[in-house]
């Protein structure tokens, strides 16, 4: 007792001015560990690279450093597709997200979410065209939200039973996904109305994800850096005149030419076994 008497005079005499240089100091360690905490919440981003970013969204790392987690764009969504990520969500914390087989994007033609975004983080220019009267307009269709992946081995349309679930659903019917004919190897003697993505028109809107009929989806959405490949430069689109041209100039025994088949594609669909 008498002991904390002693230490509370002790306290009332200490002047002012160290009372307000220890309260700068322990105010500052509180900071420190916050700051630290905090740290190790952020550094979990990258034991989740999957993350899919709302429409116009810069690169990652450029989208982590202009994002000031204020939230603004989910509340601007319609839909509530938008989440907010928190601490242990195995993504930055309080950066947007969505998750495609629970809440799609909806592809809003005025995409409230990137107009609404104060610090460029989702940049409306990503997401604009050139007008006919010479002024930038929105586009949704030229987001790059992710890429759709196929699993064929659990696609039931890949197993002859028909489906175009995701076809049908595809705000870029017939552009993102297309239905192709394919020559069932079981039976030889029917095609396969077989889903495919095409990556230069596909959004990565997770509509597809979402409607798929599957346990677990057949059609899903990863990050185009995840989903896609590089080529090499070597290798030309003797179909696409503009990459023809890169081997104008060269030598032509450094060119390796695949002839075209000659097959009709109905006789190979259907073509007996014997």
């Given at each position: ?25 322990r ?27 709302p ?6 790392e ?15 969504c ?35 979410c ?24 929105l ?18 349309a890949?197993?002859?039973i ?9 705000p ?5 996904v ?10 030889g ?20 994800e ?43 025994e ?21």
């Amino acid at each position: 007792m008498g002991a904390d008497m002693g230490s509370d005079r002790k306290e009332e005499k200490m002047p002012e001015r160290r009372k307000f240089l220890t309260s700068i100091l322990r105010g500052l360690g509180a900071a420190t560990v916050g700051g630290l905490a905090w740290t190790g919440f952020m550094d979990g981003k990258k034991a989740y690279p999957l993350v899919l970013r709302p429409p116009g969204a810069i690169p990652e790392e450029d989208f982590l450093a202009k994002c000031t987690k204020c939230g603004i764009c989910a509340e601007a969504c319609p839909y509530d597709a938008l989440i907010i990520s928190a601490p242990g969500d195995e993504r930055p914390p309080g950066t947007p997200y969505f998750i495609a087989r629970e809440k799609p994007c909806r592809m809003c033609r005025d995409i409230p979410c990137a107009v609404a975004c104060p610090t460029g983080a989702l940049d409306r220019s990503l997401v604009s065209e050139r007008g006919e009267k010479g002024g930038m307009k929105l586009n949704i269709d030229l987001s790059k939200m992710g890429l759709a992946v196929i699993d064929r081995e659990t696609c039931i349309a890949y197993w002859g039973i028909q489906c175009d679930a995701c076809y049908r659903a595809c705000p870029l019917i017939d552009k993102a996904v297309t239905v192709e004919y394919i020559r069932n190897e079981r039976t030889g003697k029917h095609a396969l109305l077989a889903p495919a993505i095409h990556s230069d028109h596909c959004t990565g809107c997770g509509i597809c994800e979402h409607v798929c009929v599957t346990k677990k989806a057949s059609v899903f959405v990863l990050p185009r850096a995840v989903a896609m490949g590089e080529s090499s430069a070597r290798y030309i689109k003797g179909w696409e005149k503009e990459d023809e041209q890169r081997i104008v100039d060269l030598p032509e025994e450094t060119q390796t030419i695949t002839p075209r088949s000659e097959k009709d594609p109905l006789d190979y669909l259907n073509k007996e076994e014997f």
